[in-house]
């Protein structure tokens, strides 16, 4: 499994996984793993079906309630079941930069600005070089016209090398902020 992962063969990885799921389908590891290299395969279903089935094994298991919350809140569009997953993952783990982040964006997207602010700021605080934790906390602080700590958590996701989801998204709400115009000048 290792060897495929190492050379990109997705799915000869996968494969090799089922095949040690059907020996012991109880294996966490390899029920985690699944699912992460679904979601790389952008096969959401079946990423969910992975985690699904590692929390039957172990409901606590605090990665795959934030995998898992993170897929229904961006890929499958359940806010209801994100938010109850992001809620649970955070209440094992508040500390937990990323799962506040998790939890914080799924608020955002419930458009609760306010609770979710808070929770951002927290993650963003724990987790300063991450620009996807900037970007949600920014995009929260531009939704609650908070333009200056909008601008500050944008320009930090925009500097950063890595890319992610939502890049392009805060190079373009930090142009509206730098312009002068903001949430109000869009509706």
């Known amino acids: 499994i290792?060897?495929?992962?190492?050379?990109?063969?997705?799915?000869?990885?996968v494969s090799q996984l089922e095949?040690?799921?059907?020996?012991?389908?109880?294996?966490?590891?390899?029920?985690?793993?699944?699912?992460?290299l679904y979601e790389q395969m952008k096969d959401y279903p079946k990423e969910r079906?992975?985690?699904?089935k590692l929390l039957a094994i172990n409901p606590d298991f605090v990665p795959a309630?934030?995998?898992?919350?993170?897929?229904?809140?961006?890929?499958?569009?359940?806010?209801?079941?994100?938010?109850?997953?992001?809620r649970k993952a955070?209440?094992?783990?508040?500390?937990?930069?990323?799962?506040?982040?998790?939890?914080?964006?799924?608020?955002y997207k419930r458009g609760d600005y306010q609770q979710a602010l808070t929770i951002l700021q927290e993650s963003a605080e724990k987790a300063p070089d991450k620009p996807e934790i900037q970007f949600h906390l920014g995009m929260t602080a531009y939704m609650m016209g908070q333009t200056n700590l909008a601008k500050v958590a944008l320009k930090k996701a925009v500097s950063a090398t890595k890319d992610f989801p939502g890049k392009d998204?805060?190079?373009r709400r930090l142009a509206l902020l730098e312009s002068g115009a903001g949430p109000s000048s869009e509706l």
């Open 2 to 13: 290792q060897a495929y992962l190492a050379t990109n063969k997705l799915p000869q990885a």
């Open 19 to 36: 095949a040690l799921l059907s020996k012991n389908p109880n294996d966490k590891s390899a029920l985690m793993t699944l699912g992460l």
């Open 49 to 52: 079906d992975a985690y699904e």
């Open 65 to 86: 309630l934030n995998n898992l919350a993170y897929l229904y809140v961006e890929r499958l569009n359940d806010l209801d079941k994100a938010y109850d997953l992001a």
């Open 90 to 107: 955070h209440d094992l783990q508040p500390q937990h930069a990323a799962v506040g982040d998790t939890l914080g964006w799924v608020l």
């Open 169 to 171: 998204e805060s190079k």
